[in-house]
């Protein structure tokens, strides 16, 4: 079992920068990949980012490419996602998710954390 816990959203203006916290605890060994997926209202969920367990490979889909970063903290158990250069597309409730394999597939995904919303506005 794995245990995930979102935090960081916010209100901010486009061109704005947030930074989003995903801490897990429990058998964080056993799930290496860690992946933020977003959620806007009445869209499906879409792949933002992954890192595997070392953070040597990161793999960000088209539309936040160059504007917002995944990293980790193994020691704390901590996944991040950087985001700048926010724009009002990026409103969505944003999850943090454990796999064994850096896919873009959130079906492969099985923990997942509470979400934390981010609402940007223009």
């Known amino acids: 079992q794995v245990q995930l816990v979102d935090s960081g959203g916010g209100l901010v203006q486009a061109g704005g920068s947030l930074r989003l916290s995903c801490a897990a605890s429990g058998r964080t060994f056993s799930r290496p990949v860690r992946g933020w997926f977003r959620q806007a209202p009445g869209k499906e969920r879409e792949f933002v980012a992954a890192?595997?367990?070392?953070?040597?490979?990161?793999f960000y889909a088209d539309s936040v490419k160059g504007r917002f970063t995944i990293s980790r903290d193994n020691a704390k158990n901590t996944a991040y996602l950087q985001m700048n250069s926010l724009k009002p597309e990026d409103t969505a409730v944003y999850y943090c998710?454990?796999?064994?394999?850096?896919?873009?597939?959130?079906?492969?995904?099985?923990?997942w954390g509470q979400g934390t919303q981010v609402t940007v506005s223009s």
């Open positions: 890192i595997t367990w070392s953070g040597g490979a990161t």
């Open positions: 998710a454990t796999n064994t394999i850096v896919t873009e597939n959130l079906k492969t995904y099985d923990y």
